[in-house]
């Protein structure tokens, strides 16, 4: 094999075999391959394409450079990803809802990327909670408790760590193919029996437009079965947060109230959604909407909120975290309402703009290296549709330092429209696939 003749094969049009695909997904990982080679192999299948038989060949090579995990369980092994978004929480939510009803999660997440939350930070707002796990812990929480939320090891689809790094410096994040493999590589090292998608459309997604979305869904779906894996997908509206708050800390606490029954709405409701294709797909509900039931149910009788706060526990956070977890979040030193500058509805919100707010506000990190404030961010934000009068409260900035609030508040109301007339709210389920 050769690189020079891969790349040579991307870049008049055609789509190298799978062979060619591992070995170079092989020189990602051992660093055989070059920076240069890298992007180069990169640039040619954004600008010219993989086909679908490529595409599969490229995820199922990624996966395959590093570790893939097997597990001898008793029930099956589940998962769920999403392409990101405000306020998605879903994660802290459905991982223990779906342990309630019988499967196991062995949740590899990620961190926050560009304007939308990660986990894994999410996670590390509760006290002592530990993301980062050697592999036989990792094993033994899922074996004990049924769900661990953990971050990737170093082992697992390097050749994926290595091109996405490229991908970031060379503009070359934004190809379908590559998303697909770089999404899937990891979760199926994971060795899952199952898997559900959740893409998202809209302002706060990375996907703005309904063809895009639709794309990238069936591409994950059709390429994820392909490794034998049963997958499907819904495309869910990212038009407005799909919680109340953005911010690590008061996103946990939206889940909280979710987890013990305090709270509804569209968080919970999508939660459900994706639980209950998830345990359709594994052949544990009739259907999708009887599966959606019996998530509804554990959320509702607090066996999902138990199994949270076993996994908490297990993962160095404390034991009584689900009794008084209000008491453990942390709290931002300055909080303001932001308030609304005339009368009429909430007729848009720019969530993208939203979720750089919150970085701003120290929630996410504009290098690698930057800490994280886990206090910060945006809670009460009135949805879309709502009626409001001229300086009624729209929400309230967590700051840290009363400069950055008063600078957020300012943002933020430049990201919501109000308008004259209520809008037509988009559903919260857009369309499913597989």
Not at 15 to 25: I, M, N, Q, S, V
Not at 236 to 250: C, V
Request: charged content about 20%.
């Amino acid at each position: 094999m050769d690189a020079r003749a891969i790349i040579a094969t991307l870049r008049k049009g055609g789509t190298p075999d799978a062979d060619a695909l591992a070995w170079f997904a092989q020189g990602l990982a051992d660093g055989s391959v070059s920076d240069a080679q890298a992007g180069a192999f990169a640039m040619g299948v954004c600008l010219n394409g993989l086909t679908d038989t490529g595409r599969a060949a490229l995820t199922a090579a990624m996966r395959d450079s590093g570790k893939v995990l097997r597990w001898d369980l008793d029930a099956p092994v589940l998962d769920k990803h999403s392409t990101g978004g405000v306020g998605d929480c879903v994660s802290l939510i459905l991982a223990p809802a779906l342990v309630a009803c019988g499967v196991y999660v062995p949740m590899i997440s990620g961190r926050g990327l560009g304007h939308t939350g990660g986990t894994l930070d999410k996670l590390e707002s509760i006290p002592g909670f530990r993301t980062t796990l050697t592999e036989d812990q990792f094993r033994q929480v899922v074996s004990k408790v049924g769900c661990a939320i953990v971050s990737a090891s170093a082992d697992i689809a390097p050749a994926d760590k290595r091109l996405y790094a490229i991908r970031d410096v060379t503009a070359t994040v934004e190809s379908l193919d590559l998303i697909t493999a770089s999404i899937l590589s990891k979760k199926l090292a994971a060795g899952l029996d199952g898997l559900v998608l959740d893409v998202k459309l809209g302002s706060g997604a990375f996907m703005k437009g309904k063809e895009d979305a639709r794309a990238l869904a069936e591409a994950l779906v059709e390429t994820s079965n392909a490794a034998g894996c049963r997958t499907s997908a819904v495309i869910s509206d990212m038009n407005q947060p799909l919680a109340p708050a953005l911010g690590n800390g008061l996103e946990v606490a939206c889940a909280m109230r979710v987890l013990t029954g305090q709270a509804a709405g569209a968080l919970a409701e999508l939660s459900a959604v994706l639980g209950g294709m998830a345990l359709a797909g594994a052949g544990l509900a009739k259907d999708a909407e009887d599966g959606a039931e019996k998530i509804r149910a554990v959320l509702a009788d607090g066996r999902a909120a138990e199994r949270f706060g076993r996994m908490v526990g297990a993962m160095g956070g404390p034991v009584g975290f689900v009794d008084r977890w209000a008491w453990f979040l942390p709290e931002a030193t300055v909080i303001r309402e932001f308030k609304a500058e005339r009368t009429g509805f909430v007729t848009a919100m720019d969530g993208e703009a939203l979720g750089l707010t919150v970085v701003d506000l120290g929630g996410g990190r504009k290098v690698e290296s930057d800490p994280i404030d886990y206090a910060v961010g945006l809670s009460d934000i009135l949805p879309l549709g709502t009626k409001v009068t001229k300086g009624q409260p729209l929400g309230r900035v967590h700051a840290s330092r009363m400069e950055s609030a008063t600078r957020a508040v300012r943002d933020v109301q430049a990201a919501i429209t109000l308008g004259d007339n209520a809008p037509d709210v988009p559903a919260l389920i857009r369309e499913g696939i597989g």
